[in-house]
């Protein structure tokens, strides 16, 4: 007697699988995912080439390894609030290289639930936006400066009306007095 199983659908899955493993892989992101206490358990390539770390380096830590001591205690604690109440949170952290460097990102934390509906895992995926920032940043510095400038234009130009209209006043007063004499020696003309 031969017995046959049909192994189509666990096929499919096996191949749906590589690809998703391929995309996390070769994703652009960063994508860590860490156990329920916020332990690193997978890292993508990304991650390596973004903070310098190898995954041998991080794997069992915390994330608190890039942690650069600009984001508060409260901030953390809202996230953690946030997904351990089962919802993503979004945001940014300004986080430290292995090397000292720091750098910017924008991350999205979502918990990952079991077939029950319990949380067994965290996912990050997170955005190098460092550029972004800068950028961000020497706009604002540009537009300051504008604005300043244009303070200083509107102050000239409120300074050089004020001049024209004091000038006007000056030249004025002694024009009148010239006008008034010239129109008085032609009446005293037109009478003799």
Same mark, same amino acid.
């Given at each position: 007697?031969?017995?046959?199983?049909?192994?189509?659908?666990?096929?499919?899955?096996?191949?749906?699988?590589?690809?998703?493993?391929?995309?996390?892989?070769?994703?652009?992101?960063?994508?860590?995912?860490?156990?329920?206490?916020?332990?690193?358990?997978?890292?993508?390539?990304?991650?390596?080439?973004?903070?310098?770390?190898?995954?041998?380096?991080?794997?069992?830590?915390?994330?608190?390894?890039?942690?650069?001591?600009?984001?508060?205690?409260?901030?953390?604690?809202?996230?953690?609030?946030?997904?351990?109440?089962?919802?993503?949170?979004?945001?940014?952290?300004?986080?430290?290289?292995?090397?000292?460097? *720091?750098?910017?990102?924008?991350?999205? =934390?979502?918990?990952?639930? +079991?077939?029950?509906?319990?949380? /067994?895992? !965290?996912?990050? &995926?997170?955005?190098?936006?460092?550029?972004?920032?800068?950028?961000?940043?020497?706009?604002?510095?540009?537009?300051?400066?504008?604005?300043?400038?244009?303070?200083?234009?509107?102050?000239?130009?409120?300074?050089?009306?004020?001049? *024209?209209?004091?000038?006007?006043?000056? =030249?004025?007063?002694?024009? +009148?007095?010239?006008?008034?004499? /010239?129109? !008085?020696?032609? &009446?005293?003309?037109?009478?003799?």
């Amino acid at each position: 007697m031969v017995t046959f199983i049909d192994i189509t659908e666990r096929k499919r899955a096996e191949r749906e699988l590589r690809k998703l493993s391929t995309v996390v892989e070769q994703s652009p992101s960063v994508i860590v995912i860490t156990d329920r206490a916020g332990n690193i358990e997978y890292t993508n390539p990304k991650f390596l080439e973004v903070t310098g770390y190898t995954a041998e380096e991080v794997c069992g830590k915390n994330p608190r390894v890039l942690q650069s001591g600009e984001t508060t205690i409260d901030e953390y604690k809202r996230l953690w609030n946030t997904i351990l109440s089962g919802q993503e949170w979004r945001g940014q952290f300004h986080n430290r290289k292995k090397n000292g460097d *720091l750098y910017w990102e924008e991350a999205v =934390i979502a918990p990952i639930k +079991n077939e029950n509906g319990k949380i /067994t895992n !965290f996912v990050a &995926i997170k955005e190098d936006i460092t550029r972004r920032k800068s950028s961000e940043e020497k706009l604002k510095q540009a537009l300051d400066d504008l604005a300043r400038a244009n303070l200083d234009l509107k102050k000239a130009n409120d300074a050089r009306s004020l001049f *024209l209209a004091m000038m006007s006043h000056e =030249i004025r007063t002694p024009l +009148n007095a010239i006008i008034g004499m /010239t129109a !008085f020696k032609e &009446i005293g003309r037109a009478h003799v």
